[in-house]
C-alpha cells in the first residue's frame, strides 16, 4: 500500500504571515492538529503544531493583563513558530516507510509532496488505521500469536492446514522472534473453533503465546 491511497488529499493549508492566534482558531475549527505553511508563491516553507502554538501563547500564570496578551499574539506570526525544513515524503512511498520516518523523527505527520507541489498530509491516525485493518479489528474470530520455525515454506504450511480444514485467513503477521531461527506471527482465522484450530496448527507451531476468539 501507498501513501496515496491513505493521506489526506488538499490539506488546509496557511501563509506563513498569518497571526498564531488566528491559525489556533482555524485548527480548532476545522479538528486538526497540524497545518502546511506556504509562502506567497504556494511552496510549502514549514509545518505548524499545536504544541508549536502552545509554546508560542504567553503562559497563563503570565502577568500581563489580557490586552497586552491579544496585542502580542496579533503581532506573532506563524512564520515565528513553524517548523523548517519540512521533512516530505512523496504519494508514491511505502505506507510502511512514512510510518518508520515518523517513528525515528518522532514526529505526527508527514507532507506529501510530488514535484514540489503540496497533495496531501498523512498522520499517525492514518496508520494507526492502517494497523487495524491490517490486523482486521473489526472482523470476528479466533486470533492466535505463537513462535513458528523460520524456514522457508512455514507459513505456506500454515495457510494450507487452514485451507484443508475450511477456515478462512482474515488477517496475518509476521515479527521478530525470540531468536534468529523462529519468527511471532499472528493470525485471525474465522471457520474453525478453537479447540480444533489448536489440534492442527500444533504440529506447525514451536509455542502458541496466545489465543483467544476476539
Given amino acids: 500500500m501507498i501513501v496515496e491511497r491513505r493521506m489526506t488529499q488538499n490539506p488546509v493549508t496557511i501563509q506563513q504571515d498569518m497571526p498564531v492566534a488566528e491559525a489556533q482558531r482555524l485548527m480548532r475549527q ?3 492538529h497540524r497545518l502546511p505553511v506556504l509562502n506567497m508563491h504556494n511552496e510549502l516553507v514549514g509545518i505548524v503544531t499545536e504544541k508549536d502554538l502552545l509554546y508560542a501563547s504567553p503562559s497563563p500564570a503570565s502577568s500581563l493583563d489580557v490586552y497586552e496578551m491579544h496585542y502580542l499574539l496579533s503581532k ?82 500454515l495457510a494450507k492446514v487452514i485451507f484443508d480444514h475450511n477456515g478462512d485467513i482474515i488477517s496475518f503477521g509476521t515479527f521478530l522472534g525470540t531468536c534468529p531461527s523462529n519468527a511471532f ?26 489465543v483467544r476468539e476476539v
Fill in 30 to 32: 476545522e479538528k486538526i
Fill in 76 to 157: 506573532l506570526t506563524v512564520k515565528k513558530v513553524m517548523s523548517k525544513p519540512v521533512i516530505s515524503i512523496t504519494s508514491n512511498t511505502a505506507i510502511e516507510e512514512a510510518a518508520r520516518i515518523m517513528v525515528d523523527k518522532n514526529i505526527g505527520g508527514l507532507s506529501v509532496v510530488d514535484d514540489g507541489r503540496l497533495v496531501g498530509i498523512i498522520t499517525e491516525s492514518d496508520i494507526f488505521k492502517v494497523f487495524i485493518e491490517l490486523f482486521g479489528a473489526r472482523q470476528r474470530g479466533i486470533r492466535v500469536s505463537m513462535l513458528v520455525s523460520e524456514e522457508p515454506g512455514e507459513l505456506a504450511k
Fill in 185 to 210: 506471527c499472528v493470525m485471525k482465522v474465522t471457520g474453525i473453533p478453537e479447540d480444533m484450530l489448536i489440534e492442527i496448527l500444533t504440529p506447525l507451531v514451536q509455542e502458541f503465546k496466545d
